[in-house]
């Protein structure tokens, strides 16, 4: 089983400043790796597919990348509404998809 | 507009059992792999089990720490997908979303969520 390792656990950033959240993989997911934003009682948001493709609806402040083994998303200019937990999610290798613990984006 | 909609959870002795329904709404349901996936309190995302679609026949898989007591099955007339859990454990406890997967070589990602149902596994 993959395991996905994200970093740092939380991140404190203050309105406006960018954001930027690791994900590294136990051995190579090529490009098939997705991340996601949850909200506490919401249903978790697809943000980014295939490493670096921004799902329908997206904000452009969001972007991903990197390849293989290491992987990051960017949050460019934090909004009040970017708050919340982020996971990175592999699918190279099936089953399972596996996540990583998440990272927590909270206010500064 | 794409819905998944969890309902079933609630509290349940350890060994009992629990059926979880997802309502699916917005697409065609037999088109699509749905899975389960859950979180534990203070825990990340944990993949379930996946249904797929009747292009391959809604065969399923389960993760190893549930297969034996977790079945999904589907309900097209309904437009539902369940998991029957059985034989449930302390640690089964947890939200569980269903999610519409954006099927890529066998695997894939997660493209819509439901809001989750909550499994509590307590005496």
């Known amino acids: 089983e993959i395991v996905m390792t994200q970093s740092p656990a939380t991140l404190s950033v203050s309105p406006g400043e960018r954001a930027t959240l690791s994900c590294r993989a136990s051995?190579?997911?090529?490009?098939?790796l997705a991340w996601y934003q949850h909200k506490p009682g919401q249903a978790p948001r697809l943000l980014i597919y295939?490493?670096?493709t921004r799902a329908t609806g997206i904000p452009a402040r969001f972007s991903g990348t990197g390849s293989g083994t290491e992987f990051t998303l960017t949050i460019s200019s934090l909004q009040s509404e970017d708050f919340a937990l982020y996971y990175c999610?592999?699918?190279?290798?099936?089953?399972?998809?596996?996540f990583g613990q998440g990272t927590r984006v909270e206010i500064k | 507009e794409v819905q998944l909609v969890e309902s079933g959870g609630g509290l349940v002795q350890p060994g009992g059992s629990l059926r979880l329904s997802c309502a699916v709404s917005?697409?065609?349901?037999?088109?699509?792999?749905i899975d389960w996936v859950r979180q534990a309190p203070g825990k990340g995302l944990e993949w379930v089990g996946r249904?797929?679609?009747?292009?391959?026949?809604?065969?399923?898989d389960y993760a190893p720490s549930v297969k034996g007591r977790f079945t999904i099955s589907r309900d097209d007339s309904k437009n539902s997908l369940y998991l029957q859990m059985n034989s449930l454990r302390i640690e089964d406890t947890a939200v569980y979303y269903c999610?519409?997967?954006?099927?890529?070589?066998?695997?894939?990602?997660?493209?819509?969520w439901g809001q989750g149902t909550l499994v509590t596994v307590s005496s």
């Open positions: 999610a519409r997967v954006v099927a890529v070589a066998g695997a894939g990602y997660f493209e819509y």
């Open positions: 917005g697409f065609t349901f037999s088109d699509h792999y």
């Open positions: 249904s797929r679609s009747k292009a391959i026949g809604f065969t399923t």
């Open positions: 051995q190579s997911v090529i490009s098939n």
């Open positions: 295939s490493a670096s």
């Open positions: 999610q592999q699918y190279n290798n099936w089953p399972p998809g596996t």
